[in-house]
């Protein structure tokens, strides 16, 4: 009896030890996350956010890349971005200035600017974020749900899915150790079809006392074909020259239909999409 009473005593030590671990809800694993990444009070410091590094395409095609983000409105999360990838003296720049967003694509053989449509934008909008979709989720009005763990390469990480209102969803992969993601996967609708973006990210570097992914491979759900992006350099609260993330005024561009361009697998040089 005195054996069968020690042996339910271990028990339940081990399930009380588990407890914290089991008893996880959505809000104290962001809340987590948050510390992790560098606290409240750091993170909304940031007004400004500076990264360069280099762009490896599929193909093996390496692109000088720097991308320039801005806080608008802490209340919404609203930010600015402007990203530039280039290769062989050619620029692809795509910029959201808080509204809508825009690109000059040299690689599809345009070289003056082009508006992006909603959907285009709406995407960009988001990656113009500098706290990120899960931190942002309060501000934007955004549900967040813990779905308990799933196995990411070994990692038993949380799971957590952010729905955004205009319906667009990103589910995070928290490290159990570290609380920083180590996986986002996005689903979004771009002109009435359903994509899903893989992320992967590493290399946790601290800019402005926060710390930012500086190793992002990118692509197509379940795709081999990734895009890889290493920062080397980060810098915060850096000077924004006014009219930086704005449309240029060279005259009435026409809404794009494309999605985020990508370099062309095959060639660098630019080419003419065909209609």
Same mark, same amino acid.
């Given at each position: 009896?005195?054996?069968? %009473? @020690? #042996?339910? !005593?271990?028990? $339940?030590? &081990?399930?009380?030890?588990? *407890?914290?671990? %089991? @008893? #996880?809800? !959505?809000?104290? $694993?962001? &809340?987590?996350?948050?510390? *992790?990444?560098?606290? @409240? ?15 490896? @395409? ?218």
């Amino acid at each position: 009896m005195k054996r069968r %009473l @020690a #042996q339910s !005593a271990l028990v $339940l030590a &081990a399930l009380t030890c588990c *407890a914290p671990a %089991l @008893a #996880q809800t !959505a809000d104290e $694993l962001v &809340a987590k996350n948050l510390s *992790a990444r560098g606290g @409240a009070e750091k993170l909304a410091a940031i007004g400004s956010l500076s990264l360069k590094g280099e762009m490896r @395409a599929p193909g093996d095609f390496k692109l000088a890349f720097s991308e320039l983000r801005q806080r608008l409105d802490p209340k919404t999360g609203t930010c600015t971005v402007r990203i530039e990838a280039t290769i062989q003296g050619l620029t692809l720049i795509q910029a959201y200035d808080g509204k809508s967003g825009w690109r000059v694509n040299p690689f599809e053989g345009r070289k003056d600017p082009e508006k992006m449509g909603s959907d285009e934008s709406r995407a960009l909008a988001d990656e113009a974020s500098i706290d990120g979709a899960l931190l942002a989720a309060h501000a934007m009005g955004s549900k967040v749900e813990y779905l308990g763990r799933e196995d990411v390469d070994g990692t038993d990480a949380f799971e957590l899915r952010v729905s955004q209102t205009d319906g667009d969803v990103f589910t995070y992969f928290l490290d159990p150790d570290s609380y920083l993601e180590i996986k986002i996967l996005e689903r979004r609708t771009i002109r009435g079809s359903e994509q899903e973006t893989e992320y992967e990210l590493g290399d946790y570097e601290r800019v402005g006392g926060v710390y930012f992914p500086f190793s992002i491979a990118s692509g197509p759900k379940n795709s081999r074909d990734k895009q890889i992006l290493t920062i080397d350099s980060g810098d915060a609260n850096v000077a924004v020259p006014p009219g930086t993330f704005d449309f240029p005024a060279t005259g009435p561009a026409k809404p794009s239909g494309n999605a985020h361009a990508k370099v062309p697998a095959k060639s660098p040089a630019p080419h003419r999409k065909r209609h």
